[in-house]
């Protein structure tokens, strides 16, 4: 796995350094210095957008077992993950591996835990699938139907197999065939701790239907995917290249579409700039400007990833596991 993420990677460090070199690297970082109060600006503006995943997070984990987290809790495990996933040399899960973990020790117990963080990430999938196809259809009313526009339908349309695949399967069993194996090969290796996942897709299934917070959950997701088109919209006038919000829906849509399939080259390297190129080319926006948009995007990421990279490692040493946080409470020694 350890050689895949390698070679992944440099096959994706080469494509980009491929694009700097093809594009011109003085005249795309020109460009980002160009954009320096535009990157000011998407840092600060990508915190609506954590604080929405992280309600629609939280919204989806319930109250039915353990504490009610406050909401900040969620929010700073919401940019753990996103620090992870952007930052490490990880697939696009290792954050929710590691947050999933930490929300464990908060009270909520591994099952649930892991149940919840499933949920939201399914959804947020989910979300992101809508947002794509939204943004393709209002493509279609905003340039000319072109080979291009037919080959982003047709991956628009294998993204919503996918999502959708991934939602059914649970629902047939998917996690209760995972939950099996990892038991199995836990008990054959002398493992401890994996009983606690053990009733993980009652869990999950449980979640889902409980009210309505995974539609609520869905919603909170959209909006945040789609204050996405505010970002793209304040990085392009900062840059000189302004666009209306419609098009900065498109631009997002399609650009977050090509960094989640990219998962497997870690931070999508190269493949997330692929994806800009050839939506902006629909709007007539030269390859520099869609590359420099894509480093801006890429600049906030470590702006807000670094930060969050260290506030993990703070997690992993204050927040201790539930059992001992109770067994140091003054009740359990009066034995009330």
């Not at 809508?130 to 047709?154: M, P, Q």
């Not at 959708?164 to 199995?184: C, D, H, P, T, Y």
């Not at 098009?247 to 800009?276: D, H, Q, R, W």
Request: aromatic share 10%; hydrophobic share 55%; glycine share 12%.
């Amino acid at each position: 796995m350890k050689r895949v993420t390698l070679i992944a990677g440099i096959f994706g460090l080469g494509l980009t350094v491929w694009m700097l070199a093809q594009f011109g690297v003085s005249s795309i970082f020109s460009l980002v210095m160009t954009g320096g109060w535009g990157i000011l600006a998407a840092i600060a503006f990508h915190s609506i957008q954590v604080f929405l995943s992280a309600s629609a997070w939280r919204t989806i984990a319930g109250s039915t077992y353990g504490p009610v987290l406050p909401l900040r809790a969620y929010f700073m495990l919401r940019c753990v993950r996103e620090g992870i996933n952007n930052l490490l040399p990880v697939a696009q899960v290792g954050g929710e591996v590691m947050s999933s973990r930490l929300l464990a020790r908060r009270g909520l117990g591994l099952k649930h835990a892991a149940a919840a963080t499933i949920c939201d990430l399914t959804i947020e999938l989910l979300s992101q699938v809508i947002f794509t196809l939204s943004g393709l259809v209002l493509l279609l009313f905003l340039v000319k139907r072109s080979a291009v526009t037919d080959r982003l339908l047709e991956s628009a349309l294998v993204l919503l197999a996918i999502g959708g695949g991934v939602f059914i399967s649970q629902w047939l069993g998917a996690v209760a065939f995972i939950e099996k194996l990892l038991i199995r090969i836990a008990a054959h290796l002398g493992w401890s701790g994996v009983d606690g996942i053990r009733g993980l897709n009652q869990e999950v299934l449980a979640l889902y239907k409980s009210g309505r917070n995974a539609v609520m959950g869905l919603i909170l997701q959209f909006c945040a995917w789609a204050l996405g088109a505010v970002e793209v919209w304040l990085i392009l006038h900062f840059m000189g290249h302004g666009c209306s919000l419609a098009t900065g829906f498109v631009i997002e849509g399609v650009g977050e579409a090509a960094k989640s399939a990219g998962f497997a080259v870690p931070g999508a390297l190269g493949v997330s700039e692929g994806g800009y190129i050839m939506v902006g080319s629909l709007f007539g926006m030269p390859p520099p400007v869609a590359i420099a948009l894509s480093l801006i995007k890429r600049l906030r990421e470590i702006a807000w990833g670094l930060p969050s990279l260290v506030l993990w490692q703070w997690l992993e040493h204050t927040w201790r596991p539930y059992a001992e946080r109770l067994r140091k409470m003054p009740f359990s020694r009066t034995g009330l």
